[in-house]
């Protein structure tokens, strides 16, 4: 692992206003967006206008693409990962103003970070490299600021049951996330097609080495990226595969055991052409899944019935080029969709989360400029 960056702890300005616009007082923060360089130049600040007006202003300058954010302790921390700079940074976010001020800023030891499971009760982290197919767990100091990863899950190297390709099959880690209930980390492996279990110790005195499961193999060119779990029924989670623009209902028990359920099409009947999927999240009242689509640019949408069984619903244009990430308003009421190629963010309506009468997302209107667009946080 390379050595570790240290950078010393120094303030980041607040977002200014510019010319013409409400005063600086009005621009507090209340939220944070990531992209790709070189068009994105850091961490920028997302605020409303006197006029209803929402801009991105530039809030960190940082190098090397922070496209994954993520808040924590009550919003006071901002941790980013920095993907064509192999590295991480954790900011304090100051509550009233929503100024950054950077703490740490380290390697990761891995090629191109893409992903983090943040895991608040054991103060640490896994990152998910897609470059070179690594994990990495990373601590947390008493700042509350990342360390540099002292812990690496290689790709598995053995041949698998199955047909399993071998070890010169490149491993390309996309997703990391802890199950909210069980002692288990699941990872996509989008290169081996895979979706890697692991059983954790609990043990917070000596640690020791997660014990990795059997996992599941896919389909040969399924690319497994982003996966979410369901929130109410444990055993059942969802994984969207980017390179076979598809959906998998899947099975999970509590011994790490995963079972396929179904497959269908993140695209609409009868298209033709090239399309990957990216995103994929559930609505807060467990009722849909969104799917981004890019290249096709939409947003697929599945309704999820009481046994967690998804089906096709419809799809919606992402009013711009390449989605590659979404998030959920803090109240579920709306999409906020990150348009890379387009340097946007685009806002649909979700019915006030009322989805029974089946009516698809609604675009509101709202481009907000945001150059690279990768990834928006909520404080």
């Known amino acids: 692992m390379s050595a570790p960056t240290h950078a010393p702890s120094a303030p980041v300005a607040a977002p200014t206003a510019a010319a013409g616009t409400a005063p600086a007082q009005d621009a507090v923060p209340f939220a944070y967006a990531g992209g790709y360089a070189p068009h994105c130049a850091g961490v920028h600040a997302l605020v409303r206008r006197a ?39 954790s900011f304090a976010v100051d509550p009233l103003d929503g100024a950054l001020t950077l703490l740490e800023h380290h390697a990761t030891g891995g090629e191109l970070p893409v992903h983090l499971a943040f895991d608040a009760e054991r103060r640490q982290a896994w990152i998910a490299h897609y470059g070179d197919g690594t994990l990495r767990r990373a601590g947390l100091d008493g700042r509350g600021a990342l360390q540099a990863p002292d812990r ?26 802890r199950h909210p ?32 499961l059997d996992g599941l193999r896919l389909p040969t060119g399924s690319g497994p990226r982003h996966f979410v779990f369901h929130p109410s029924l444990t055993g059942q989670l969802y994984l969207l595969n980017e390179q076979a623009n598809a959906l998998d209902w899947l099975a999970l028990d509590e011994s790490g055991r995963l079972r396929h359920r179904e497959r269908m099409s993140s695209l609409p009947a009868g298209f033709e052409g090239l399309s990957h999927a990216s995103d994929l999240l559930i609505s807060p009242d467990r009722r849909r899944l969104f799917a981004l689509n890019r290249l096709h640019d939409a947003i697929a949408v599945f309704d999820v019935d009481g046994a967690g069984r998804p089906s096709w619903a419809g799809e919606v244009w992402a009013q711009g080029s390449y989605p590659r990430s979404a998030t959920l308003s803090r109240d579920g009421h709306a999409l906020w969709v990150c348009l890379q190629r387009s340097h946007q963010i685009c806002v649909f309506d979700l019915e006030g989360g009322d989805l029974d ?15 690279g667009a990768a990834c928006v946080v909520f404080r």
């Open 51 to 89: 006029d209803g007006r929402v801009e991105a202003l530039l809030a960190a300058a940082l190098p090397g693409s922070p496209t994954w954010l993520h808040l924590a302790d009550n919003g006071t921390r901002l941790h980013a990962l920095l993907e064509e700079d192999h590295a991480l940074a």
């Open 152 to 177: 690496t899950i290689n790709p598995r190297k053995d041949a698998e049951a199955g047909g399993a390709p071998g070890p010169d099959v490149q491993a390309h880690a996309h997703m990391v996330r």
């Open 181 to 212: 209930r069980w002692p288990l980390m699941l990872a996509s492996d989008l290169g081996r097609d895979l979706l890697r279990v692991w059983r954790l110790d609990d043990d917070r005195i000596d640690p020791k080495e997660p014990i990795e």
């Open 357 to 371: 009468g089946g009516a698809l997302p609604r675009f509101d209107g709202r481009f907000i400029a945001m150059p």
